[in-house]
């Protein structure tokens, strides 16, 4: 299925604009990261407890919220589980180290409902959240370090670094606007990271391929007509692509539910912002590669010979 058919669009002609638009939106979500201190982290990172409780009758958890809230746990995540008279408590390490005092918040709040008993609870450290930061971290940069080896071993080294660059793009836009949302960083969100590395990844390794068919097949045009004929060519498949992709997303984060809220946001940033750098980052970063290398082997070559001939015949 082709939604556009022989389109001729000039896409490379925007790529200043697109380098603006993306530094602004970075230094948006960084400014927002200073003046925060930092991410918010959530219970994986940052530490905290996990508490399951049996109501004597089922309980609607947005009433259990609204309980807690006025406990002064308002930061607390309630997920109701298979049976309808349990929920999953989590909230996260403020002001303790001391899982029993979480418990006993939790309690005192509960007492205003009462009918419930606490089958169990989980308490996670600040050295385990310490840990988990700094093992999620080395996973996205051995992920970025296997796409560059992957992408440079297939095609050439600039479509490597062009590749790595647009998906570090993708990551810092995605956490930028998590800053700016002012939501929670956790386990399922660096899943989502993952996740759209590997989307975007997918979508700038066919119009590299394409570019690379294009070389043989566009011998007399120029390296910048044949970037726009191969992303003209593609365009049909990464709208159909994008657009079915956003509306699962669309209805993960509109009706999934609070638990997997943050994954899908992520993934809805990520999957828009994949889809923008393989267009108007990927793209003119090969574009300049290539026109550097072009230039740098004009120099080394010396004068042409027509114009060394012309030398010559001068008196």
């Given amino acids: 299925m082709r939604l556009f058919r022989n389109t001729r669009i000039d896409f490379l002609s925007l790529r200043w604009h697109a380098t603006v638009l993306s530094l602004l939106v970075i230094a948006a979500g960084a400014?927002?990261?200073?003046?925060?201190?930092?991410?918010?982290?959530?219970?994986?990172?940052?530490?905290g407890s996990q508490i399951?409780?049996?109501?004597?009758?089922?309980?609607?958890?947005?009433?259990?919220?609204?309980?807690?809230?006025?406990?002064?746990?308002?930061?607390?995540?309630?997920?109701?589980?298979?049976?309808?008279?349990?929920?999953?408590?989590?909230?996260?390490?403020?002001?303790?180290?001391?899982?029993?005092?979480?418990?006993?918040?939790?309690?005192?709040?509960?007492?205003?409902?009462?009918?419930?008993?606490?089958?169990?609870?989980?308490?996670?450290?600040?050295?385990?959240?310490?840990?988990?930061?700094?093992?999620?971290?080395?996973?996205?940069?051995?992920?970025?370090?296997?796409?560059?080896?992957?992408?440079?071993?297939?095609?050439?080294?600039?479509?490597?670094?062009?590749?790595?660059?647009?998906?570090?793009h993708d990551v810092l836009v995605t956490l930028g606007a998590f800053s700016l949302a002012d939501r929670e960083m956790n386990l399922p969100v660096i899943a989502a990271l993952l996740t759209i590395v590997g989307y975007s990844l997918n979508d700038t390794v066919v119009i590299?391929?394409?570019?690379?068919?294009?070389?043989?097949?566009?011998?007399?045009?120029?390296f910048y007509e044949r970037i726009n004929v191969s992303v003209n060519q593609t365009l049909s498949r990464t709208i159909l692509t994008s657009a079915t992709t956003l509306m699962v997303v669309a209805a993960l984060f509109f009706f999934g539910g609070p638990m997997i809220n943050d994954f899908a946001f992520a993934m809805l940033v990520g999957v828009i912002a994949g889809t923008y750098s393989t267009v108007f980052i990927?793209?003119?970063?090969?574009?300049?590669?290539?026109?550097?290398?072009?230039?740098?082997?004009?120099?080394?070559?010396?004068?042409?010979?027509?114009?060394?001939?012309?030398?010559?015949?001068?008196?």
């Fill in 31 to 47: 400014t927002s990261m200073v003046l925060k201190g930092g991410l918010r982290m959530g219970i994986d990172f940052a530490g």
């Fill in 208 to 222: 590299f391929d394409r570019i690379r068919e294009n070389n043989q097949a566009l011998r007399g045009a120029s």
């Fill in 52 to 168: 399951i409780v049996r109501f004597a009758e089922p309980l609607d958890p947005g009433e259990l919220r609204a309980v807690l809230t006025d406990g002064g746990l308002g930061s607390s995540q309630v997920q109701q589980l298979d049976d309808a008279d349990e929920a999953l408590i989590r909230t996260p390490l403020v002001g303790t180290t001391d899982s029993s005092e979480i418990t006993e918040e939790v309690a005192a709040a509960l007492d205003r409902i009462g009918g419930y008993t606490i089958v169990g609870s989980e308490w996670v450290g600040p050295q385990v959240g310490q840990d988990l930061r700094r093992q999620a971290a080395q996973a996205m940069v051995f992920s970025l370090a296997g796409m560059l080896a992957y992408i440079s071993y297939r095609f050439e080294m600039k479509y490597g670094v062009a590749a790595v660059i647009a998906l570090g």
């Fill in 282 to 315: 990927a793209n003119p970063i090969v574009l300049h590669w290539e026109a550097r290398v072009t230039a740098r082997r004009r120099a080394q070559s010396g004068p042409a010979p027509a114009a060394r001939a012309r030398r010559r015949a001068r008196p």
